[in-house]
C-alpha cells in the first residue's frame, strides 16, 4: 500500500476513533459525575441503629441515596476519622461537636437531631459502692469527650468537687474490663457495654448516675462537613427520609425490627426494646426545628460541653492505670 492510500485510509477511519474515543470519555465523564457515596461514621449505640436499619432495608437505595456506614468502636473514633477526612460525617453528641471545635481541625455542622439519652447513659460502680458519694476518692474511667462531659455533670448534680474522685482515661471498648478486673471502681458505660456488664454482674455492679438526670444534654445528632451540608443537602435529606422510614418500621413491625438491630448490638431484643421504651426519648420529625434553634437543646448543650471541654486538663498519658488527671469544674 502506498502512503497515498495509508492516508486515505487512516482519514477515513479517524470520525470512527474518534467517536470511539469521545464515547469512552463521555462514559468515563458521566461515571465521575455520579455522587459518591455519604460515609457517616457510627459507633454501637441503639439510638444509631435506625441508620443501619434503613440499610438493611434497603430503604436508603429506595430513596435514591447511596450511605456508606463507617462503624467504629467509639464516639472518640468516630471524631478521629471524621477529622481525618475520611467520612463525610458522623452519628454523635453536643459533646461532640464541642471537642471538633476544640480540636481545631476540619469545622463540622449540625445537620439533624433524632433522639436523647434518658438514663441510657450511666455512671456505673461495683460492689460495694452503691451511690455517687461512695466514689468520693475512687477511681473512674472515662473516654474523653462524652466521659468528660458526663461525669462533670454527675458531680456536680451529686455535690462533689472535681478534686474529690480519680479520673482515669481509658478508651471505651477497655472502660468495662478495667471495671471487671478491678483497676478502676467506676466507668462511664452506654449500651451494648451496660447490658453485657448486667448480664455478667449478679449484683457485682450497680448504677449510681443516670442521664435521665440531665433531659436534652446528650442528644444524637447528625454532624456533617459544612461543604458536604451545602452541595449534598438533596442526599442528605434522602438519607434522614429513609431514617424516619425505619423509625415508622420498628413501630409497625417491632419483632422484626429489634431482632434485627438487637443482633447487631450483640444483645436480646427484649433488653433492646427495653431500652428504647425506657430509656431513649426519639424527638418526632414536627419538633426537631425547635430543638436546632440558636437558642435551643442542641445549641445550648454545645456550649455547655465546650465549657467542660475546655476547663478539662486532658490526660495525655493514662495506660494501664498509672496516670489520672483531675476534672475541672462543670460551670
Not at 429506595?62 to 476519622?81: H, I
Not at 471537642?99 to 433524632?114: D, K, P
Not at 469527650?145 to 478534686?163: H, V
Request: net charge negative; proline share 6%.
Amino acid at each position: 500500500m502506498t502512503n497515498l492510500e495509508q492516508r486515505t485510509t487512516l482519514a477515513k477511519a479517524l470520525p470512527w476513533r474518534l467517536a470511539l474515543l469521545s464515547l469512552v470519555l463521555g462514559t468515563a465523564s458521566c461515571a465521575s459525575n455520579e455522587p459518591r457515596p455519604l460515609r457517616i461514621a457510627a459507633n454501637p449505640w441503639p439510638g444509631f441503629e435506625y441508620f443501619y436499619l434503613a440499610q438493611e432495608l434497603g430503604f436508603f437505595r429506595e430513596e435514591g441515596v447511596d450511605v456508606r456506614l463507617v462503624e467504629q468502636t467509639s464516639l472518640r473514633d468516630s471524631r478521629r476519622v471524621y477529622a481525618r477526612g475520611l467520612v463525610d460525617g458522623l452519628l454523635a453528641t453536643p459533646t461532640d461537636v464541642a471537642a471538633l471545635e476544640i480540636e481545631g481541625g476540619r469545622r463540622a455542622v449540625v445537620r439533624q437531631v433524632f433522639d436523647g439519652s434518658y438514663g441510657g447513659d450511666v455512671i456505673i460502680a461495683r460492689d460495694p459502692f452503691r451511690t455517687m458519694q461512695d466514689l468520693r476518692g475512687k477511681r473512674i474511667a472515662i473516654e474523653q469527650g462524652l466521659g468528660n462531659y458526663f461525669l462533670a455533670r454527675a458531680l456536680q448534680i451529686s455535690n462533689l468537687r472535681p478534686e474529690e474522685v480519680e479520673v482515669v482515661d481509658r478508651p471505651y471498648s477497655a472502660a468495662a474490663e478495667s471495671l471487671c478486673d478491678g483497676t478502676v471502681d467506676a466507668i462511664h458505660a452506654y449500651p451494648p457495654t451496660l447490658e453485657q456488664l448486667a448480664e455478667m454482674t449478679d449484683g457485682q455492679f450497680h448504677i449510681v448516675f443516670t442521664s435521665k438526670k440531665l433531659p436534652d444534654e446528650i442528644l444524637d445528632l447528625l454532624v456533617v462537613d459544612p461543604v458536604v451540608a451545602a452541595e449534598r443537602g438533596r442526599d442528605l435529606d434522602r438519607m434522614e427520609r429513609a431514617y424516619d422510614r425505619a423509625v415508622d418500621f420498628a413501630g409497625h413491625k417491632p419483632d422484626v425490627a429489634m431482632r434485627i438491630m438487637a443482633d447487631r448490638e450483640g444483645i436480646s431484643p427484649e433488653a433492646f426494646a427495653n431500652f428504647l421504651r425506657n430509656d431513649l426519648r426519639m424527638i418526632q420529625p414536627q419538633d426537631r426545628a425547635a430543638y436546632l434553634t440558636a437558642e435551643g437543646p442542641v445549641a445550648l448543650a454545645i456550649q455547655r460541653s465546650h465549657e467542660i471541654l475546655s476547663k478539662y486538663r486532658e490526660v495525655k498519658h493514662a495506660v494501664a492505670g498509672a496516670a489520672a488527671a483531675p476534672l475541672m469544674d462543670a460551670p
